[in-house]
């Protein structure tokens, strides 16, 4: 309700009253006592409060049915059928079943991705087999001994090297002293012959850890390559799980 | 298309209005709400304390909003339009009845008085209070007590109740505060507030 000059009254007190109030007021109150005599009427009726009545229940039962015929509900389209299922607009917002499918979809979309983390070899996982098997591959053909070598040379290498084991189990018996002696002249000798072959393995002025074989006494494919050169083979070497 | 439900009890009597001339029951339930009450009381103040009659009246005068939504000018308020229709439609209840009954001031039983004070004393002065008021009420004349009801009960402004009555502001003031010094010199002797 806005404010008129009752308001006015009940609200302020007379010297609070501007001039055209005051010039408002003239015609109703003369003096400040009728001002406050006026102030108190409607105070006092203010703090009067009247309880409303309501009407009976058959009342709005015959508006409502006045209301349905004269503005007939309209014949739904079928969109709109599905529409007022899935939103309805009596039921709040949490509650319309679209809304409740979409938060449905939405957990399920979240979930997902931990249900779907199983321990299966994936692609990368089988490149990387292939990958070893490869490098295995490459490396027993390296293994192999290329034709022209001088087979010979390779065996004095190997009866080095079993001489110098059989001295080491010799050496812990007291018997095989004497033997030992013997066969540290034979493995000198054998060493010696050995020398010579283990030395035309590698190049001349060669430098390299795993020994540079020269491609060009066997061919283009080298008996051991550098890691290093090899790139698949590094990664194998210094791979880690 | 609206996706969520309109907040109705948000909405002013025109936005209301406009809608139950589309067709929205809502709309209509809630203006039903806001002034099936204060109607009622009118109705039963203005037509001797008839509670039947005023049930009619109040179903007669929702019915004209269902069936005439267009006779309300949006431009207008809600308000006065449907207070002048209902004092409209008790001036014609007096020409039919061609008396008016002057027996009380309308303040029937049903239309009870609360009041929340609830100390002994004070509620007996109360009570005492409104009885005078009632009885000063009754005995004034009835233009008078007519706008002095419109403005404390219905709580409608001077400018509005000049609408609803179709008269002037100055004629309306000028009934209110002859009404508000009547009762002054009424209850001059009895002064609840002052003698709490």
Same mark, same amino acid.
């Given at each position: 309700? @806005?404010?008129?000059?009752?308001?006015?009254?009940? +609200?302020?007190?007379?010297?609070?009253?501007?001039?055209? &109030?005051?010039? &408002?007021?003239?015609?109703?109150?003369?003096?400040?006592?009728?001002?406050?005599?006026?102030? $108190?009427?409607? &105070?006092? #009726?203010?703090?009067?409060?009247?309880?409303?009545?309501?009407?009976?229940?058959?009342?709005? $039962?015959?508006?409502?049915?006045?209301?349905?015929?004269?503005?007939?509900?309209?014949?739904?389209?079928?969109?709109?059928?599905?529409?007022?299922?899935? #939103?309805?607009?009596?039921?709040?917002?949490?509650?319309?079943?679209?809304? $409740?499918?979409?938060?449905?979809?939405?957990?399920?979309?979240?979930?997902?991705?931990?249900?779907?983390?199983?321990?299966?070899?994936?692609?990368?996982?089988?490149?990387?087999?292939?990958?070893?098997?490869?490098? @295995?591959?490459?490396? @027993?053909?390296?293994?192999?001994?290329?034709?022209? #070598?001088?087979?010979?040379?390779?065996?004095?290498?190997?009866?080095?090297? &079993? #001489?110098?084991?059989?001295?080491?189990?010799?050496?812990?018996?007291?018997?095989?002293?004497?033997?030992?002696?013997?066969?540290?002249?034979?493995?000198?000798?054998?060493?010696?012959?050995?020398? !010579?072959?283990?030395?035309?393995?590698?190049? !001349?002025?060669?430098?390299?850890?795993?020994?540079?074989?020269?491609?060009?006494?066997?061919? +283009?494919?080298?008996?051991?390559?550098?890691?290093?050169?090899?790139?698949?083979?590094?990664?194998?070497?210094?791979?880690?799980? | 298309?609206?996706?969520?439900?309109?907040?109705?009890?948000?909405?002013?009597?025109?936005?209301?209005?406009?809608? /139950?001339?589309?067709?929205?029951?809502?709309?209509?339930?809630? =203006?039903?709400?806001?002034?099936?009450?204060?109607?009622?009381?009118?109705?039963?103040?203005?037509?001797?304390?008839?509670?039947?009659?005023?049930?009619?009246?109040?179903?007669?005068?929702?019915?004209?909003?269902?069936?005439?939504?267009?006779?309300?000018?949006?431009?207008?308020?809600?308000?006065?339009?449907?207070?002048?229709?209902?004092?409209?439609?008790?001036?014609?209840?007096?020409?039919?009845?061609?008396?008016?009954?002057?027996?009380?001031?309308?303040?029937?039983?049903?239309?009870?008085?609360?009041?929340? %004070?609830? %100390?002994?004393?004070?509620?007996?002065?109360? %009570?005492?209070?409104?009885?005078?008021?009632?009885?000063?009420?009754?005995?004034?004349?009835?233009?008078?007590?007519?706008?002095?009801?419109?403005?404390?009960?219905?709580?409608?402004?001077?400018?509005?109740?000049?609408?609803?009555?179709? =008269?002037?502001?100055?004629?309306?003031?000028?009934?209110?505060?002859?009404?508000?010094?009547?009762?002054? /010199?009424?209850?001059?002797?009895?002064?609840?507030?002052? %003698?709490?």
């Amino acid at each position: 309700m @806005e404010k008129d000059l009752v308001d006015i009254v009940m +609200e302020k007190e007379y010297i609070e009253l501007s001039a055209d &109030e005051k010039a &408002e007021l003239e015609d109703f109150c003369s003096s400040e006592s009728e001002f406050y005599q006026l102030k $108190q009427v409607f &105070e006092d #009726v203010g703090s009067i409060q009247f309880d409303l009545p309501s009407p009976r229940k058959e009342t709005k $039962q015959r508006l409502d049915d006045l209301f349905n015929d004269i503005h007939p509900k309209a014949a739904p389209i079928w969109y709109m059928s599905v529409f007022s299922f899935v #939103v309805p607009r009596e039921k709040p917002l949490y509650k319309q079943p679209l809304m $409740q499918i979409a938060a449905v979809g939405l957990l399920l979309l979240l979930i997902f991705p931990f249900f779907n983390n199983e321990m299966t070899p994936d692609n990368t996982q089988i490149a990387n087999i292939e990958k070893v098997e490869k490098i @295995e591959q490459e490396i @027993e053909e390296a293994s192999v001994v290329p034709p022209g #070598v001088d087979e010979v040379k390779v065996d004095e290498v190997k009866i080095v090297e &079993e #001489v110098i084991e059989s001295i080491r189990e010799e050496s812990k018996t007291e018997a095989g002293t004497r033997e030992i002696t013997t066969m540290d002249f034979a493995f000198t000798d054998a060493a010696a012959s050995a020398e !010579p072959a283990i030395a035309r393995t590698a190049a !001349p002025g060669a430098d390299h850890p795993d020994g540079i074989f020269d491609p060009a006494l066997y061919g +283009e494919i080298a008996f051991s390559q550098p890691a290093s050169s090899n790139p698949d083979m590094l990664d194998l070497l210094t791979a880690t799980f | 298309m609206r996706l969520t439900k309109p907040r109705y009890k948000e909405m002013t009597d025109e936005s209301l209005m406009i809608a /139950v001339s589309k067709g929205d029951k809502s709309a209509f339930d809630q =203006i039903y709400h806001r002034y099936s009450g204060p109607l009622l009381g009118y109705f039963i103040r203005m037509l001797w304390k008839d509670r039947e009659k005023s049930e009619d009246f109040v179903h007669d005068i929702f019915a004209k909003i269902i069936r005439k939504p267009e006779l309300f000018d949006p431009t207008r308020k809600f308000k006065t339009w449907v207070y002048s229709v209902a004092n409209n439609m008790c001036k014609n209840e007096y020409k039919k009845q061609e008396v008016r009954k002057n027996i009380s001031n309308g303040l029937d039983s049903t239309y009870a008085i609360k009041d929340t %004070n609830t %100390n002994v004393f004070s509620e007996v002065y109360d %009570n005492q209070f409104r009885h005078e008021f009632e009885k000063s009420l009754d005995a004034l004349d009835a233009k008078h007590s007519e706008v002095f009801k419109l403005r404390h009960i219905d709580c409608l402004s001077i400018k509005e109740i000049a609408e609803v009555l179709e =008269i002037s502001d100055g004629t309306v003031k000028s009934r209110l505060f002859y009404a508000a010094k009547y009762l002054a /010199v009424s209850l001059e002797d009895f002064n609840p507030i002052m %003698n709490r």
